[in-house]
Antibody, heavy 127, light 106 residues
Framework: EVQMVESGGGLVQPGGSLRLSCAASGLSVSDNFMNWVRQSPGRGLEWVSHIFTGGETFYADSVKGRFTISRQSSNNTLFLQMNSLRLEDTGVYYC?????????????????????WGRGTTVTVSS | IDLTQSPDTLSLSPGETTTLSCRASEYVGNNLLAWYRQKPGQAPRLLIYGTSNRATGIPDRVSGSGSWKDFTLTLSGLGPEDSAVYYCSQHGGSPLWTFGQGTKVE
């Protein structure tokens, strides 16, 4: 069964740091594109960060320079290092696998979507 | 690329059919538009990818269509299990991924 489990959330003061983990089973975090997506209380979904299989990373402007996405093959885990946390970083953080192509028979089609999501870990930034 | 969903909320009766709208600020390739459903306390779940392809396990009463800047999600034969918030999402440009603000279906 393909599964991802986030951990590492908690209560932190503004300016503090947290490191989120996303432990994957049934899929390889190194062989897939991966996303972090967050949801502020009572609000919609917001993309946070993306890592390609080759290691290239992308960030939302709101977290650029403060957050770092990474992965570790040995324990098949995706990470999100969050520094200089702000009140507006409060929310539930989800990791998600990105599918970008599908092979059907001899034909490959290209899409981009997130097909497997973890249950999320809650980050609360408060003084 | 900004995505604007409408309406914000829908209140429907069992058995009804409804259409949710997702309008992009710029052109979105058909292969890059997806729909997700999120129930309270749960992670989002993929419903539709590539504008009109149903994800594994999604019944055929859920369908997607559209092109260019206008996309729709149609839910037919509604039941209580369809109560959720529905999000459209696209990949590409800057930021790399965007979501609509969601449509709440009651």
């Amino acid at each position: 069964e393909v599964q991802m489990v986030e951990s590492g959330g908690g209560l932190v003061q503004p300016g503090g740091s947290l490191r989120l983990s996303c432990a994957a089973s049934g899929l390889s975090v190194s062989d897939n594109f991966m996303n972090w997506v967050r949801q502020s209380p009572g609000r919609g979904l917001e993309w946070v960060s993306h890592i390609f299989t080759g290691g290239e990373t992308f960030y939302a402007d709101s977290v650029k320079g403060r957050f770092t996405i990474s992965r570790q093959s040995s324990n098949n885990t995706l990470f999100l290092q969050m520094n200089s946390l702000r009140l507006e970083d409060t929310g539930v953080y989800y990791c998600a696998r990105v599918v970008y192509s599908i092979l059907t028979g001899n034909s490959r089609s290209y899409y981009y979507y997130m097909d497997v999501w973890g249950r999320g870990t809650t980050v609360t930034v408060s003084s | 690329i900004d995505l604007t969903q409408s309406p914000d909320t829908l209140s429907l009766s069992p058995g009804e059919t409804t259409t949710l709208s997702c309008r992009a600020s710029e052109y979105v390739g058909n292969n890059l538009l997806a729909w997700y459903r999120q129930k309270p306390g749960q992670a989002p779940r993929l419903l539709i990818y590539g504008t009109s392809n149903r994800a594994t396990g999604i019944p055929d009463r859920v369908s997607g269509s559209g092109s260019w800047k206008d996309f729709t999600l149609t839910l037919s034969g509604l039941g209580p299990e369809d109560s959720a918030v529905y999000y459209c999402s696209q990949h590409g440009g800057s930021p790399l991924w965007t979501f609509g603000q969601g449509t709440k279906v009651e």
